[in-house]
């Protein structure tokens, strides 16, 4: 079973992804995600250019060896690029080899350990009665655990938090108030936001407290602090949670500094979630082996595949740290349907990220995926159980989108 072709698919159905289609000489078809918001055509050309005249003719049921020729083959390793080229390839294989298989991918990863996984949806809002709006729709809609985050006296967007509805209404994506709090203008340069850390830190205990008083105890909640925070102020903003009971708090500081989770650690007791742009185990090892955090954010598109990614959570269990795959819509169907599959066969589950898919994104990506009872779960159809429309994707053409960047009230450039 020879690799014969494989297409690199841009697309922009609601937003730009990126999606990779092999195609074997038996004639099955096999799906990878490479969608890396806002440089999207870097790893458009990664794979156009390097590794796709490295693939044909090779055999695609070698998935390890495929992985490691690709990884340690190209000299010049990691990186965000390089990693989700890898995992658009590494996913497309294993899609490929349970539609030979005739089985749901989860059952080349061992069967179901559980049957589905938890999710949480973004519910966010410019004020306290937006917010609790937000909240109600997601529970309505049938989630069982939601992110929480909102607006900021005196600042005048957030990243994170929806729009008005009545703004909402013209976007340029067409999606709804959900999907919009990335003001990403086609064509044009990224949004620049203004950001104040103190205000930040002032407002967000007092946010939660209201969400605790107004939706009980049991509600499992979220938060996102973007990187934005210093290891100090992480640690003030971790225990200032604490009577709010998180399921997670995430992404406190500049990911790069792996020490710094011990300074925040030291200080307070609620779980702590990071690595959405982490690539590889490298970039978790401190993380894990002290103990420093609770959630792994890596979804199998940014950290090198199927293959890399249960490498990276089998390590964490050793240390019982749990998975916590990335899930927002710049994650594409099929790198989502990934997780979907790796995360019903491993022992270490924690938590899936799950926005949902616009209307023009499902037109593209035909899943067959389930979501009940705040619960996703992959269908039995062979592979992944995702089909690439090419005939609809022709409408939606590529056109840049960036995401907001970021400065202090003083002008100067941020952290995320
Ligand atoms: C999340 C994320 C996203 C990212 C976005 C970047 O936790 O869902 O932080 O909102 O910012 O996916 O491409
Ligand atoms: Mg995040």
Known sequence: MNIEKAEVLVSSPGRNFVTLRITTDDGLTGLGDATLNGRELAV????????VPLLLGRDAHRIEDTWQYLYRGAYWR????TMAAIAAVDTALWDIKAKAAGLPLYQLLGGKSREGLMVYGHASGLDIPELFDSIREHLEEGYRAVRVQTGIPGLPSVYGVAHSKNAAAGSASGSDARYDYEPARRNAIPVEESWDTRAYLRHVPAVFEAVRNEFGPELPLLHDAHHRLTPIQAAKLG???EPYDLFWLEDVTPAENQAALRRVREHTTTPLAIGEVFNTVWDYRELFEEQLIDYVRSPIT????????????DYAAIYQIKSGMHGPTDVSP?????????????????MQE??????????V??????????????SEAPGLGIEYDDEAAAGYAYASAYLPVNRLLDGSMHDW
């Open 334 to 350: 099929v790198g989502l349907a990934a997780g979907i599959h790796l995360g019903i066969a491993i022992q270490n589950f924690g």
């Open 365 to 378: 990506f035909r899943t067959t995926f389930s979501f009940e009872n705040g619960m996703l779960a992959p």
């Open 44 to 51: 458009a050309a990664y794979l156009t250019e390097h590794v």
């Open 78 to 81: 990691r990186g965000p690029v």
């Open 239 to 241: 225990k200032s949670l």
């Open 354 to 363: 799950y926005m949902m898919h616009s209307p023009a994104t499902l037109e």
């Open 302 to 313: 940014h950290a090198g595949g199927i293959t890399a990614l249960r490498r990276i959570l």
